[in-house]
């Protein structure tokens, strides 16, 4: 059975068949799901989904792409923190940097970052990690800004996932050293994609988990489709041919990695 540790399962464009996609996960061996947020709505949505289904959990959490809204909204991350009481809520995410499209100036985005760290030492949860670099390898490197960050604060050590890691093996190497989970999705199966399978190869499997990031990045044999969780086995089958490993292996062992890694027991009935 295989956990989806990152789809955007709330999002409008599944309201017209939510159900027949968790139909179709469920056919496909994919049978838990953690559904992180964007800002404070989709954080409300994410925590109604899980409350409704015990095979999904939430993640709340401010995107770097609407860090300007915590500065117009002063009570923003107040709702986050309220949020993540919630019961089924298991993560701070997704928060991070993203210098791809600077939609938010990059010393907000590091302030906004900063802030939900703290949000996540209160309430002792976990943290779901978007990181995207620029154009430049010099001045738009934004996994090294946020490993920076990260590695400053020892109390974070296990506690972070760094969501559709993109990195190359040597920053890979860095992160796991403080024991730092890894998510890999569908660019892993993309032709380009050589650091990704890199780390998919040669980085420990106990240090990988499986996501989708649906409806985004779908795996290269569905490109331009919408993507949902049903399409997961296609990232396994990646990892299974680069690591000359059963696929019944790769479930297993990241299964068991996001269960532990979110605090989740394995007392589910499916």
């Not at 396994?236 to 990241?254: G, H, N, Q």
């Amino acid at each position: 059975m295989f956990f989806d540790t990152h789809a955007h399962l709330d999002t409008p464009v599944f309201d017209s068949d939510r159900n027949e996609v968790f139909e179709r996960a469920q056919s496909a061996g994919v049978t838990r799901f953690v559904n992180p947020a964007f800002d404070t709505v989709s954080s409300a949505r994410a925590c109604a989904l899980a409350e409704t289904r015990p095979n999904v959990w939430a993640a709340v959490g401010v995107h770097p792409n609407d860090a300007d809204s915590v500065i117009k909204n002063e009570g923003c991350l107040c709702d986050i923190f309220r949020l993540a009481s919630m019961p089924k809520v298991v993560a701070i995410g997704e928060i991070g940097l993203d210098y791809h499209w600077d939609t938010s100036p990059r010393q907000v985005q590091s302030n906004v970052f900063i802030e939900q760290l703290s949000i996540a030492r209160k309430t002792n949860l976990p943290v779901i990690i978007h990181c995207r670099n620029g154009v430049s390898t010099t001045t738009d490197n934004a996994l090294e800004d946020l490993l920076a960050i990260l590695f400053d604060r020892p109390w974070l050590e296990s506690r972070v996932l760094l969501h559709s890691f993109a990195g190359d093996l040597d920053q890979a190497r860095r992160a796991i050293g403080r024991g730092y989970m890894l998510g890999l999705g569908g660019p892993l199966t993309y032709p380009k994609s050589l650091f990704t399978r890199d780390v998919a190869q040669y980085v420990p499997l106990e240090y990988i988990v499986l996501e989708t990031d649906a409806p985004y990045l779908p795996p290269q044999k569905v490109r331009g489709k919408r993507n949902e969780p049903s399409y997961m086995p296609a990232v396994a089958e990646k990892i299974s041919e680069l690591r000359a490993i059963d696929i019944e292996e790769v479930a297993r062992v990241t299964t068991e990695n996001a269960l532990r890694f979110f605090g989740i027991g394995d007392g589910l009935v499916l």
